[in-house]
Nanobody, 121 residues
């Protein structure tokens, strides 16, 4: 069984920084992508950043130049460094992993429980 556990959310003033972490555990054959999404109240969940197993990354336009996604492959961990935070970044941030499980060798999406990020003005 695959589990994703996030940490690092909290309350920060505008212009501040936070670093989110997500540890993936379980029976894993191969990662396809690891990424972060967010959902603000009354809005749909949206992509923030994603990293592909080959090392390439993609960012939503609204975080380019402010957020950085990275991976520690040996630790099955993905990070999101968030700098110059704005009040509109306030949301629940979810870790996502699309991976091939060792048990069935099928690609599936897995989600963390979410971590709250609140940016005050």
């Amino acid at each position: 069984q695959v589990q994703l556990v996030e940490s690092g959310g909290g309350l920060v003033q505008a212009g501040g920084s936070l670093r989110l972490s997500c540890v993936v555990s379980g029976s894993i054959f191969r990662f396809n992508t690891m990424g972060w999404y967010r959902q603000a109240p009354g809005k749909e969940r949206e992509l923030v950043a994603v990293t592909v197993s080959g090392g390439s990354t993609n960012y939503a336009d609204f975080v380019k130049g402010r957020f950085t996604i990275s991976r520690a492959n040996a630790k099955n961990t993905v990070y999101l460094q968030m700098d110059n935070l704005k009040p509109e970044d306030t949301a629940v941030y979810y870790c996502n992993a699309n991976l091939v499980g060792a048990a069935d060798l099928k690609s599936k999406d897995y989600w963390g429980q979410g971590t709250q990020v609140t940016v005050s003005s």
